[in-house]
T-cell receptor, first 116, second 107 residues
């Protein structure tokens, strides 16, 4: 099976712009979660989508949003970019069928976003 | 916010030696996972240990869990240069990660 893929791998934007990142989960996985990794805050959960619905949400401002399509592919969008949004954005997929029980999540290689 | 701390923050050993890293967490858990991250890339799942397990092995990895102390340890035996990476523990359905241990294995 192909792993989790993320596009683009690298991105440079300027403050005030918006950005859309894409994630394709492992075939058959219906849950996609997004994480932000920065040197200062470490790895932080953004949100999770399951069957096209946001099932869980982290503590991030409304500028961070996401969606999931019927084929389980997911996108996240960050509007009005700030310098502090520079980070590695990771998505992870899992079957999602265990509800709120922890299960193994498989991560993609990440998208590195630099905001100038 | 971080669930807890990994200790040490950085560890440098020679190839062939064992590496031990510890993780503490704050809340009750159903299970705990360890992940590896190579140089700012994606995370690779290493092992999951359930709250009713005390020890688990996978190849050269040995994980222990002490729920009374809210702590876990990861032991990598006979380390290799390819083990050089950051190691994170994570808990919860919405994975909450520790701060990570940066392991450097030198030849």
């Amino acid at each position: 099976k192909a792993g989790v893929t993320q596009t683009p791998r690298y991105l440079i934007k300027t403050r005030g712009q918006q950005v859309t990142l894409s994630c394709s989960p492992i075939s058959g996985h219906r849950s996609v979660s997004w994480y932000q990794q920065t040197p200062g805050q470490g790895l932080q959960f953004l949100f999770e989508y399951f069957s096209e619905t946001q099932r869980n949400k982290g503590n991030f401002p409304g500028r961070f949003s996401g969606r999931q399509f019927s084929n389980s592919r997911s996108e996240m969008n960050v509007s009005t970019l700030e310098l502090g949004d520079s980070a590695l954005y990771l998505c992870a997929s899992s079957t999602g069928t265990s509800g709120t029980t922890q299960e193994t999540q498989y991560f993609g290689p990440g998208t590195r976003l630099l905001v100038l | 916010s971080q669930q807890g701390e990994e200790d040490p923050q950085a560890l440098s050993i020679q190839e062939g030696e064992n590496a031990t890293m510890n993780c503490s967490y704050k809340t009750s858990i159903n299970n705990l996972q360890w992940y590896r991250q190579n140089s700012g890339r994606g995370l690779v799942h290493l092992i999951l240990i359930r709250s009713n397990e005390r020890e688990k092995h996978s190849g050269r990895l040995r994980v222990t869990l002490d729920t009374s102390k809210k702590s876990s340890s990861l032991l990598i035996t006979a380390s290799r240069a390819a083990d050089t990476a950051s190691y994170f523990c994570a808990t919860g359905y919405r994975l909450t990660f520790g701060t990570g241990t940066r392991l450097q294995v030198t030849l």
